[in-house]
């Protein structure tokens, strides 16, 4: 049993440590962050305040990635299939709520029509 939990938290965080990379690379960045795969992040003149921009991008990817973490522990004192339900609620809602923060995000940094 215990070696179950041990071998299951080895592979949470290696499927997490790529979540928590990124988001410490995003924190230090100089050149804006983007959110979506594929598509461009803006441009340094589109930005008001980048460093803040990134950082608090950075800090969405490190606690989406501690949430994470936090779900299977507390899923672990009441059994393994709890600790899957809310490793699931976290990923579906936690993703939701990370598309929402990054919009609320692009409607505080990003420099009106005008302003360019």
Request: proline share 3%; hydrophobic share 45%; with cysteine.
């Amino acid at each position: 049993m215990t070696g179950e939990i041990i071998f299951s938290f080895v592979v949470l965080l290696i499927g997490i440590g790529p979540i928590f990379i990124l988001g410490i690379v995003q924190c230090r960045s100089k050149e804006p962050v983007g959110f979506w795969a594929g598509k461009k992040p803006p441009r340094k003149e589109e930005i008001t305040d980048v460093c803040a921009y990134n950082r608090k991008h950075g800090i969405m990817w490190i606690l989406y990635g501690a949430g994470l973490i936090g779900c299977f522990v507390c899923g672990q004192l009441f059994g393994g299939l709890t600790a899957a339900y809310l490793c699931m609620a976290e990923v579906f809602g936690g993703l939701l709520g990370m598309i929402a923060y990054h919009n609320r995000l692009n409607r505080m940094y990003y420099r009106k029509r005008g302003d360019l």
